[in-house]
């Protein structure tokens, strides 16, 4: 593990940074989504129950091209993001967090809106008759109540961010310190005559990230039952 | 919030509750009118009479199908005038008959919950005397997962008036306890209602327990008011031997 090389560092940092961010900026937009789907009945919820799980099962490829065709330097949003508030994600780390994001978005509001599911609405109801409103309701029971599985969504969110590859390459590319993360330096060394022991070395760290992924998520899970169980 | 002060006279707080609606519930319907002054108005009736939903239409929980919930000059329901006041700003406690103390907070957090929620002042001399009428001092640092049903009870019962209600509903507090457990919330109950400070709307299906708690009942049979007045018009139950 000494001789792991700058550009190989630059890509493991880069990888983190990217999932740490968005994790982050998916997280409160899962809870919410989670909440909405958990709890609230309204016209087109299967609709937006679907486009929500649809990154999982379309090939990542596609993702990355559909982002492309909408947030890219001549995409229908992109154009406008680019020309009235100069945000670009084309090319940039930055649209590698947001295809991230997308990517990963089904795995961590699943956890959170089974979470949320499992709250007793009985104990909401009961905190209502004592003086809470549906906002306070939220934050003292219901997400409390959630919050293990809010971190477990928060994890495998996360772990599928750094391990993400298809719609990333597609829509940022594979840039060496702007866009290369983990897997896409993966995908070019092995491309590259000498690049198998450089390969193996990052092949050896993204299983790690993922075990600690799990082992922590399946922590998660199991406070929660605790939490619920209220001992 | 400004509170009477707590004396002798203060002691004997009555309200007007006045109830009209009507609710379908699948084949079943609730449709029902009373009004009644009592300190503690008994809703009495076999399970499937209509009682839970009665208590969760006064609290709130549930909207009805049209009619009218007032306390005092208070519209909390009316139906006709599109008034529905949501649960949290009707200042009626709720013991429920399973207690739902919140499971991720210690007991003194629970009996806190209603005053924070309601930015309450801290009244240190009404915790104490409230924890001390039931007896729940020593369970304050005790998560709701380790107590008995009994114990949860109280916690409840202490929970709900700690949030200064004005009207407090207790859905058959001691429905999910066996006899001796009943025994040892029974005389809380009552040390609650000579204390008087809250009116109460009680629930039940035992006469025994009406009669030793209720001052004036609402008889229910399948979501209709079969009979209304004094604790006479119960059921006489013959002792056993």
């Given amino acids: 593990m000494s001789d792991i090389s700058p550009q190989e560092w630059t890509a493991i940092l880069l990888s983190i940074r990217v999932a740490v961010i968005a994790t982050l900026v998916s ?25 929500i799980y649809l990154p999982l099962v379309l090939p990542p490829v596609v993702t990355g091209y559909l982002l492309l065709l909408l947030l890219g330097k001549r995409g229908l949003l992109g154009a406008w993001l680019a020309e009235h508030l100069g945000i670009v994600f084309a090319f940039r780390w930055t649209g590698a967090a947001l295809a991230c994001g997308v990517m990963s978005f089904p795995l961590l509001v699943r956890p959170i809106r089974l979470s949320i599911e499992a709250v007793d609405r009985r104990l909401e109801q009961a905190s ?51 866009t290369q993360t983990i897997s896409s330096a993966i995908y070019s060394l092995i491309q590259t005559p000498d690049g198998d022991a450089a390969a193996s070395r990052l092949v050896m760290i993204s299983i790690g990230i993922a075990v600690l992924a799990l082992i922590a998520s399946e922590w998660f899970a199991r406070r929660a039952t605790q939490r619920l169980h209220g001992n | ?27 079943f319907s609730v449709d029902v009118a009373f009004t009644s002054e009592g300190r ?23 909207q009805p199908d049209r009619g009218v919930i007032a306390v005092d000059s208070d519209v909390l329901y009316d139906g006709s005038a599109h008034i529905h006041v949501p649960p949290h700003r009707r200042r009626i406690g709720y013991v429920f008959q399973d207690a739902r103390l919140l499971p991720h907070l210690s007991v003194a957090q629970n009996l806190d919950y209603g005053r ?13 005397r409230i924890t001390e009428m039931l007896d729940i001092g020593h369970l304050l640092d005790r998560r709701p997962g380790g107590l008995s049903g009994g114990e949860r009870q109280r916690v409840a019962l202490g929970r709900a008036l700690l949030s200064q209600p004005r009207l407090l509903l207790l859905d058959e507090p001691m429905g999910a306890l066996d006899e001796e457990r009943k025994a040892e919330i029974l005389p809380y109950l009552k040390r609650l209602r000579d204390a008087g400070d809250v009116p109460m709307v009680f629930v039940s299906h035992d006469a025994d327990e009406m009669r030793q708690l209720a001052t004036q009942v609402v008889m229910l049979k399948r ?10 018009i119960l059921p006489r139950i013959i002792p056993a031997a």
Avoid: C, H, Y
Avoid at chain 1, 141 to 169: D, N, Q, R, S, W
Avoid at chain 2, 12 to 24: A, G, S, W, Y
């Fill in chain 2, 116 to 128: 924070r929620m309601n930015r309450l002042t801290r009244d240190p001399t009404e915790e104490t």
């Fill in chain 1, 27 to 51: 997280t409160p937009i899962g809870i919410g989504v989670a909440w909405l789907l958990a709890r609230r009945d309204f016209w087109g919820k299967p609709i937006i129950d679907a486009i």
């Fill in chain 1, 128 to 178: 209502s008759t004592l003086g809470a409103s549906p906002w306070k309701v939220f934050a003292t029971v219901t997400l409390p109540l959630a919050l293990p599985g809010v971190l477990a969504g928060m994890v495998l969110g996360f772990a599928k961010a750094i391990g993400e590859f298809g719609a990333t390459i597609t829509f940022v590319s594979n840039i060496p310190g702007e």
């Fill in chain 2, 1 to 27: 919030m400004v509170r009477a002060p707590r004396d002798a006279t203060a002691a004997r707080k009555l309200i007007v509750l006045r109830v009209d609606v009507f609710k379908q519930l699948g084949e």
């Fill in chain 2, 223 to 232: 979501g209709r008011v079969t009979a209304f007045g004094g604790t006479e």
């Fill in chain 2, 40 to 62: 503690v108005t008994g809703l009495f009736g076999s399970s499937g009479a209509g009682k839970t939903s009665l208590v969760s239409m006064i609290a709130g929980l549930v």
